[in-house]
């Protein structure tokens, strides 16, 4: 097989798809979705079948179970699957939508409307219902997308697909709207990410490594986090119910995800006790505790955090604590060792709440909660792709509104420059 | 001269800059803006006697007198400069603006805090007066900028850069807000443009060439347009009044901007004659004309174009002319050939107005108005740091908004997620 060849060929027939997409209706991408919602529910039984082959191949290739957990479609995700595509058909519609329409002294009209941004390349890694998550948020947000999903998973995406193309053709629409890379060769990667005149934009989702690596060789714009080291800084004037609240359920509610807390800083003018009494928490729990030189001093079962330990990504029962100076202290740790993700203050104090909020160069900033509402759903977006910490174009939970881009539009009569 | 190091230390101060400028209110940046103003005025003669140096070697290096001329600072662009420093400080700051700050089922407040996207870096070709223009929106909008403009104004660029400096230290802000490398050692593009570490995006002007090279190996987000292949399309409803002003307008307003018009389309339903008149006033503007088989057979005095006059961007007094079926077959045409810049129909007829709006894939998509329009001034941006034709993050005249990039914010009350 021609790789190369071949990953033209799905870029050409994604960039005719788009060219169709950009004016489609919003009924009939909500007809789209839902066929698809009913054909998946159909096929329940074929969807398992297929996804059996993978999980044979993954035992018998001695994967992981975790990550064979991840790999299985079960009755439960496969119904998980089938009603997020009927929210997703349920969320407003943002292309089309034109804004700021407003008379320049020339006389022209001028505003902005929103557009999808076209092709989009989704690389992901195991899970097969990112198949689905993925497909539904770009047919709603009229693009085009090109999915290339983990090879080990590959039976699985091929009849989700297979699923997703009935649905389509259900609503009118090219099946090309959503395709499935189906080779599992490597170099298919490659190419989806350096073919910038079929591909307007890369989300990749999975570990560090993938990320960095495509990151580093894509040639078309990506849309990414590549760490979640998220801080909580409990200020002086904290609610200390609040703080235990906060700094416990940052850290403890899941370990694995990246709006999780990582390193928790302490006011060093708070009471010994209020560290002490967090420690007592966070051991109930079991997570693992590592400090700075003072944090140790008072709570005697910290181990010393070394220097690596502030920019790391721990995704494990395991925090790191410093006490700083003061608020200017905590800011300039957040800024320097974070990852521009997710950083919170607790205070009761106006002013500090303001300049955290100004200071604090994240993606999500926040007073008084937990990082763990840095999320699509908590935020309203209905539905997310991904969390982006870069500061251009999406910044944060990245939804339906982030796939789309403004244009100007123009209305005259007639009018010249003069 | 260490490039690698030097630039480093460039980027470093960059980088502490932009954290302190994250915070600076708003009358503050007005101050250094207004300051600078003040100062190149004072400093006017030194100016002209800096730049008479770089004049001197342009023209003992053989520069062509086009360019020399835009080289030169002139006491009528000195003025000008001036007067864009006033006209900045007295925009909107779009900086700390929260919008859609709103209450979740759980809770929570959530909303989008508009801030500085850090470190801009531009880079551009001979005029000086780009200095400010670049500066004075990367200040008001409370980014630090690196600027590197062409090795021959070396001395104009860094005389400039010593009237910013004075301006920023009036205001209390320190001088490496704005810094102008120093050295005309091509390596230092190459190290401004990948050392994402320090720089946010970065914005080239200047020639295609310098465009492409700077696309092709920046490792930092960069908002460019390589062409400006523009079309206007007379549909069979046109108003041949609106017509005429505006095809004739769009051509032969200005010749040299990427806003100009390169490609007429003209509906195969209209009269001949409409297209004879329209020869008639290019004529008279001294126009060439080259045109598809059809145009030819019109237009006695018309070459025959080649495929490749379709994808040129002429930026001089040549016109290429299509006849099309319909618009369907326009609108095609433009997304295929054009550059998606600036695409302009001529109609009366409300149903293709709106598909063309919402079909044609262009950063500025026009009814009835000339494509010499699209330009920051023109919608009101207040100023332009340049033209984008990507489709990510800004698209259109980037102005102030362009530089600026949305955070989240989240207020709670002690809230945890459940």
Redesign the interface.
């Given at each position: 097989m021609d790789i190369k060849a071949y990953m033209v060929e799905v870029g050409v027939a994604a960039r005719q798809a788009a060219?169709i997409m950009?004016?489609v209706s919003t009924g009939l991408k909500n007809k789209a979705l839902l066929a698809t919602a009913d054909i998946l529910n159909e096929q329940r039984n074929n969807l398992m079948l297929e996804n059996e082959k993978d999980l044979e191949q993954a035992r018998q290739n001695g994967l992981e179970p975790a990550m064979v957990d991840r790999l299985a479609l079960t009755p439960d995700r496969i119904a998980t699957m089938i009603e997020g595509l009927r929210q997703v058909a349920g969320l407003d519609d943002p292309t089309?939508i034109i804004n700021d329409l407003?008379y320049?002294p020339?006389g022209?009209q001028?505003g902005k409307?929103r557009?999808p941004?076209?092709v989009i390349g989704i690389i992901y890694e195991s899970r097969p219902n990112v198949t689905v998550e993925a497909a539904s948020l770009c047919i709603k947000s009229g693009n085009a997308t090109i999915l290339r999903g983990g090879s080990e998973a590959i039976h699985s995406n091929k009849a989700i697909a297979g699923c997703i193309a009935i649905g389509l053709e259900d609503a009118g629409l090219p099946s090309a709207v959503v395709q499935v890379v189906s080779t599992t060769d490597r170099a298919a990667v490659g190419e989806l990410i350096t073919m910038s005149e079929y591909v307007?934009?890369i989300v990749p989702r999975g570990g560090k490594g993938l990320i960095e690596r495509i990151s580093r060789d894509a040639?078309v714009?990506v849309i990414k986090h590549l760490d979640g080291i998220c801080h909580v800084f409990i200020d002086r004037d904290a609610?200390i119910?609040?703080a235990n609240?906060?700094a416990?359920?940052?850290k403890t509610?899941r370990y694995g995800t990246c709006n999780t807390m990582e390193t928790l800083l302490v006011d060093a003018a708070l009471d010994e006790q209020v560290l002490l009494d967090l420690a007592v928490l966070y051991r109930e729990k079991g997570v693992e505790l590592r400090g700075c030189e003072r944090t140790c001093a008072i709570l005697s079962n910290a181990q010393a955090a070394t220097d690596e330990d502030w920019s790391t990504e721990y995704l494990a029962p395991i925090l790191s604590i410093k006490i700083v100076e003061d608020m200017e202290e905590a800011i300039g740790h957040i800024?320097q060792y974070g990852s521009h993700h997710t950083d919170?203050i607790i205070t009761e104090n106006y002013t500090k709440g303001r300049?955290f909020?100004?200071?604090v160069?994240?993606?999500?900033?926040?007073?008084?909660?937990?990082t763990?509402?840095?999320d699509g759903f908590?935020?309203?977006l209905g539905a997310e792709i991904g969390i982006s910490t870069?500061?251009?174009?999406a910044?944060?939970?990245v939804g339906l509104l982030g796939l789309t881009?403004?244009?100007?539009?123009?209305?005259?009569?007639?009018?010249?420059?003069q």
């Open positions: 060219s950009a004016s089309g407003k320049m020339s022209i001028v409307m557009v941004l076209g307007d934009v040639k714009a609610d119910q609040k609240d906060i416990l359920n940052s509610h800024n919170a300049l909020l100004t200071k160069d994240s993606s999500s900033v926040m007073i008084n909660a937990s763990r509402f840095a908590e935020y309203g870069d500061k251009i174009h910044r944060g939970p881009s403004e244009k100007y539009i123009v209305l005259g009569d007639g009018h010249v420059r």
